[in-house]
Nanobody, 126 residues
Framework: VQLQASGGGLVQAGGSLRLSCAAS????????VSWFRQAPGKGRQFVAG????????RYSDSVKGRFTIFRDRAKSTVYLQMNSLEPEDTAVYYC????????????????????WGQGTLVTVSS
């Protein structure tokens, strides 16, 4: 399964960006898909996740109310809509897929995920 992340860029604080994670039709329909991020000098952290059935989401406390994860099955893509961006959101963002996501809740543990995209850089200026 290949995941292709895109949509990163430079934005001012308070602005918005939408990240895309293109995957196979099978993955979008049956895998849990989440976004993680890694800021300079820090570990990779969970940001948001979408359940395999597409009927549930989960967010880290730091982005709750500002970010939204959703799927477009017709386009085989999972999106991360990011609003009210802050300089602290600056990081490389990765999408990841959990092939056994149908059988468990959305995981925040990066070791749970089987497939990873290449990452896309988001820079938020103050």
């Amino acid at each position: 399964v290949q995941l292709q992340a895109s949509g990163g860029g430079l934005v001012q604080a308070g602005g918005s960006l939408r990240l895309s994670c293109a995957a196979s039709e099978h993955a979008v329909r049956t895998y849990a898909v989440s976004w993680f991020r890694q800021a300079p000098g820090k570990g990779r952290q969970f940001v948001a996740g979408s359940s395999a059935r597409g009927d549930g989401t989960r967010y880290s406390d730091s982005v709750k109310g500002r970010f939204t994860i959703f799927r477009d099955r017709a386009k085989s893509t999972v999106y991360l809509q990011m609003n009210s961006l802050e300089p602290e959101d600056t990081a490389v963002y990765y999408c990841a897929a959990d092939r056994t996501g149908l059988f468990r809740p959305i995981s925040t543990d990066r070791s749970t995920y089987d497939y990873w995209g290449q990452g896309t850089l988001v820079t938020v200026s103050s």
